[in-house]
């Protein structure tokens, strides 16, 4: 159940970027919701699980989540937080840099899900959250008229497959690594919605609608969080 909501979510968002994917204010009020849920599910649900488990120096760990994070974005040039990126500019990411940045952001973020419960817990729809958004911009960018169809397919099929594999190799890591992984995967999330947040605003001026959206995502995360702890 879960390795299908992980694909669908993937195929949802490439569906979505296909046939709306000139509407880039669509796409980016879809990613800031997203990333007012993710860092919202990553503060009240991630942080309390990595810091409870008094692992030794985790705070480095969710550190190295960001740089991490950091260097993946060399590689897809900030698709994991909408950027719209122009034909010209396919020669600088298409395909091997894109799909080993996506895969590896993917596929870290599957591993702990193996360690969860198998229901739909506030981390796996964060993940799916945030892969609708990311995958909108994907269909965008690879399914246009001047795209190559079956290298498109390609991209999207490994990244859609990435995170059920790293959920079927979460298996084989003890509780203690999985703290670690978490601990990563907490990092990556708190810089990625940061940054959907936050860049973007000329001047530093107070965007309203950026605030509402923002405050709609968290508020969905939180109910979600109360139900589940209730």
Known sequence: MIYLLLVLSVLSGIGLGYYFGKQQK??????????????????????????????????????GGVILQLILESLTKGFEHGHFHHQEDKKQIFPIALIVGMFIHAFIEGIPLSKMPQEIS????????????????????????????????????????????????GHYFTAASQTYILAIVSGIFLHISSVIIF????????????????????????????????
């Open 122 to 169: 506030p981390y796996l729809q964060g993940i799916l959250v945030h892969n609708i958004p990311i995958s909108f911009v994907m269909g965008a960018f690879l399914l246009n008229d001047n795209s190559n169809r079956k290298i498109a397919w390609i991209v999207i099929g490994l990244f859609a497959l990435a995170s059920p594999l790293g959920m079927l190799l």
């Open 199 to 230: 860049e973007g605003n000329k001047n530093h001026t107070l965007d309203i609608e950026k605030i509402i959206l923002v405050l709609l995502g968290i508020s969905v995360a939180y109910i979600g969080h109360l139900f589940h702890h209730h």
């Open 26 to 63: 669509l796409a980016k009020r879809l990613l800031i919701i997203s990333a007012g849920f993710l860092l919202s599910m990553t503060v009240l649900e991630i942080f309390p699980e990595v810091f409870e488990s008094n692992t030794h120096a985790i705070g480095i760990w969710i550190l």
